[in-house]
């Protein structure tokens, strides 16, 4: 059950809007270091050109609440003064982060909000995370509540886990809100210590290939994969107490405990460990722009994600294997957290419109299902502008 209101038509309200606040929020990419981020590992994300606006105004009332997208056109409202449950769509990613300011003790009053998104939903390339952020900005923002960006990325990262129920780890929210224009990141998880490497790519692009496929267990299957990880971790703490995350295990001590560790976990553990490595390596290779190496690291990750991690789907394995074929990609993965969304290309520039054509046309005849290309930049993260 829920106390907000729906509303399909556009309220007048927002035809005059003056915003005090835009903020522009970014989605982003992830170059490699897959399902690392809760395993307190590394990953190598950056913000990119396509992203979520969000207008804001004080509407001078002290609880009433009105949000409208203009993407999906629908609306809804509610009262900060009322206990805020959990929908079931994307206003969650709102309430959440509304919430979890109110539970800081945040001073909010009554607020109109328009969105407009730019960003494909179920892609893979994060439009919850740039909808939590865009809207906790915003807020801090609107009413001057004297936030640092690093906590707008752990409470968003918090509505994600608590309200929303989605046990995402923090490089989502991290990438959309503190990237710089044209560098990578490469992210400790544990430390939150980030290097920015310069994004130059040389004669090659990054092209995303999205496969319009979302497999609905995906929300569940994510969670459960981090759930044996963690399980994972528990066991092997009984006996080394310091052992705080997988972070933690060497590729000696899990063959250790292989013969304790149930189900699946030694298979999802090893993926972490060697992905750890890869991302590692990819840094270096990136800095010395050795782009051949870094694409056989992004092959690498994907055989993992679809073997040990098992978190890939037939749709993205088509994809992966059939760029393969074709010496001008040098690497090719799928991205974020699997089981379908987009699959993350390292190809050379004047081959891209050529291979889109084809490859669109074997996957509508293997799949009947439209392709969709998406070229991105690097880019900067949240954008704030007052008025
Ligand atoms: C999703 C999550 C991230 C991360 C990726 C997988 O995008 O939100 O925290 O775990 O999946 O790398």
């Known amino acids: 059950m829920t106390n907000i209101r729906s509303f399909r038509s556009k309220p007048h309200i927002f035809e005059n809007l003056k915003p005090e606040v835009i903020i522009e929020s970014p989605g982003r990419i992830n170059l490699i270091g897959e399902h690392t981020d809760y395993n307190n590992g590394f990953v190598m ?42 929908a079931s769509g994307w206003e969650d990613y709102i309430l959440g982060v509304v919430k ?31 909808l939590e952020c ?17 906590e707008i990325v752990k409470l968003s990262q918090k509505a994600e886990n608590d309200f929303v129920g989605s046990n995402c780890g923090i490089m989502d929210q ?5 990237s710089i224009k044209g560098k990578i990141i490469m992210l400790d998880c544990r430390s939150l210590e980030a290097e920015f490497i310069k994004a130059d790519f040389k004669n090659c692009k ?13 929300d569940s299957d994510y969670n459960s994969r981090r759930k044996e990880c963690e399980a994972a971790v528990a066991i092997i703490q009984k006996e080394k107490p310091d052992v705080q995350s997988l972070r933690d295990v060497s590729f000696e001590m899990l063959e250790k405990f292989k013969n304790k560790l149930q189900g699946k976990m030694y298979e999802r553990c090893l993926y972490v460990l060697k992905e750890n490595e890869r991302v590692l390596k990819a840094a270096k290779t990136l800095k010395s722009r050795n782009l051949k ?17 098992e978190v890939s789907c037939p749709e993205l394995d088509f994809l992966v294997d059939y760029s393969r074929d074709h010496e001008f990609i040098y690497g090719s993965r799928m991205m974020g957290g699997g089981f379908g969304g ?31 290309a998406i070229s991105v930049h690097p880019d900067e993260g949240t954008k704030i502008f007052k008025t």
Do not use: W
């Open 100 to 130: 979890e300011l109110l539970d800081k003790g945040a001073e909010l009053s009554g607020f109109d909000c328009l969105i407009h998104s730019q960003l494909p939903v179920g892609a893979g390339i994060s439009s919850s995370a740039a």
């Open 293 to 309: 190496d870094f694409g056989k690291l992004m092959y690498a990750s994907h055989e993992g994600l679809q073997h040990n991690y």
């Open 206 to 218: 990054l092209l995303l290939l999205n496969t319009n496929v979302s497999h609905n267990l995906a």
């Open 342 to 372: 987009c699959t993350i290309n390292l190809i050379e520039e004047d081959k891209i419109d050529k291979y889109v054509r084809e490859v669109t046309s074997a996957y509508y005849k293997k799949f009947k299902i439209k392709l969709d």
């Open 45 to 86: 994300p950056t913000a990119i050109d396509k992203k979520i606006i969000l207008k804001f105004q004080k509407n001078h009332t002290e609880n009433f609440c009105r949000i409208y997208s203009e993407t999906f056109e629908k609306g809804f409202e509610f009262h900060l003064d009322k206990e805020l449950k959990k």
């Open 174 to 178: 991290f990438s959309s809100v503190m």
């Open 134 to 150: 865009g809207i906790a900005s915003g807020l801090n923002e609107l009413f001057e509540l004297g936030l640092k960006d690093v």
